[in-house]
């Protein structure tokens, strides 16, 4: 497996290691069917949520983006407007709408996320149910940390 390190070498690793991966995050091709939509990183992000979750309210996806509502409502609305998504009324509680991927745009956005996805899976795919959670809390807990460094909101 890996070599231990101590928590010096381990930072140092991290420090090194962050801005190569956000510089490959923002170099991820975006598919020519969706160049002309002007998607960004927060795109992607809403969109991941709607890849695997198939649907979902504007509250759900504030939720699992960890932003506010209306936040979400506007890019929602945004890219419903460009085709991108679609909104239809919940039959079950009709002051609710959810939203989904266009069947038109869904194998594009698929593609988009696929490098990234696929890499994660096959990083994750060896290690334990444990070490998962490992890996992801360790990911979560350091933004929480930069953001209270940094004094940014949760």
Do not use: C, N
């Amino acid at each position: 497996m890996s070599t231990p390190l101590t928590v010096d070498q381990g930072v140092r690793e991290m420090i090194l290691l962050m801005p190569r991966l956000m510089a490959r995050s923002k170099r991820m091709p975006i598919p020519e069917e969706l160049k002309d939509f002007a998607l960004t990183p927060r795109h992607l992000s809403l969109l991941a949520l709607l890849v695997y979750d198939e649907e979902a309210t504007v509250k759900e996806l504030a939720a699992g983006l960890q932003v506010a509502s209306t936040t979400v409502s506007l890019v929602v609305g945004d890219l419903s407007r460009q085709g991108i998504l679609e909104r239809r009324e919940d039959e079950a509680d009709r002051r609710r709408t959810i939203v989904t991927i266009a069947v038109e745009h869904r194998a594009a956005v698929e593609s988009w996320l696929a490098a990234g996805a696929d890499s994660w899976h096959t990083v994750l795919q060896p290690l334990t149910p444990e070490e998962r959670g490992v890996v992801v809390g360790a990911l979560l807990a350091y933004e929480r940390e930069s953001m209270a460094a940094t004094g940014q909101p949760d």
